[in-house]
């Protein structure tokens, strides 16, 4: 079969995406190791037996909803192509207004210690080490596989910056005191009707879901930070479009100051930030 048939017959069998022809595209040049723009340089040219097996294993596993970032165990996110697996959060592109927020708190010229609370694939970290070398980042894992998917990112970099450490929130080894703390934690409520649609379903249950209002890892970090912030320190959690009164008022509750909410690309609340003022 030829690149362009076998695009056309994958577009075929994605009847219910929206995104047909980008996705048979995406999952072919993962077959076939090449850019997109081979697939147009070269439309007829014919797949092997054994590519072609491949991809129609793709196209199935696609069809039973399997995000096409764990079929070809990549995510891109801040221009950085980021190995995703089973084991982590696929890096969404809201969360890079959580990283825009943290560089404009993070001076190019001078050191900064920065910790990162539930890294998964490491997106958030790395992405801040390759903007300021100088950053001192400690990036932390509840989940060990998760956490060697974050060490294989950095290094595919070569980032020296970032330690990684295996620890559930605050429960570290050699804690210190930082100038910025920043997560991205769960904040889905445990009864919440979309954990049945989308890619979703196929994520760790663990990275998504926190108690009943989707709060309880976010009253943890907002409460604990604070023990962990120099003066003038700086917090960020990225949060659920509706939770964003409540994180205001959490961090206000917390005796934060300067606290703010960003939205994210729909307009909708999605990152709160407090200061930390002695």
């Known amino acids: 079969m030829q690149i362009a048939n076998a695009i056309k017959y994958a577009q075929q069998q994605f009847v219910k995406s929206d995104s047909a022809r980008l996705d048979a595209e995406v999952l072919i040049c993962s077959v076939l190791k090449c850019e997109r723009i081979h697939l147009y340089t070269y439309p007829e040219k014919r797949l092997s037996n054994t590519d072609l097996s491949s991809f129609k294993k793709l196209i199935k596993l696609r069809i039973e909803g399997h995000p096409i970032a764990h079929l070809i165990q990549k995510r891109e996110f801040w221009s950085l192509d980021l190995k995703v697996t089973i084991d982590t959060l696929i890096p969404r592109p809201e969360t890079e207004i959580l990283v825009e927020a943290a560089l404009d708190l993070i001076p190019k010229e001078l050191p900064h210690s920065i910790l990162e609370l539930g890294t998964g694939t490491g997106a958030i970290s790395i992405a801040i080490a390759s903007s300021r070398n100088l950053a001192r980042i400690t ?23 970032i330690n990684f450490e295996n620890a559930n929130w605050f429960d570290m080894k050699d804690i210190s005191t930082y100038d910025l703390i920043i997560s991205n934690p769960p904040y889905i409520c445990i009864d919440d009707p979309h954990l049945g649609q989308g890619d979703v379903r196929f994520e760790p249950e663990s990275a998504l879901v926190s108690g009943k209002e989707g709060l309880d890892d976010l009253r943890i970090i907002i409460t604990g930070a604070k023990n962990y912030l120099n003066n003038n320190g700086w917090l960020l959690v990225e949060h659920g479009h509706q939770q964003g009164k409540t994180i205001k008022q959490l ?8 606290i703010s909410t960003l939205k994210d690309y729909s307009n909708l609340d999605r990152i709160g930030i407090g ?4």
């Open 251 to 258: 961090l206000k509750n917390n005796n934060y100051s300067t």
């Open 275 to 278: 200061q930390w003022v002695l």
């Open 139 to 161: 990036a932390t894992d509840i989940k060990k596989a998760a956490l060697d998917v974050a060490i294989s990112n950095a290094k595919s970099y070569q980032l020296s910056n």
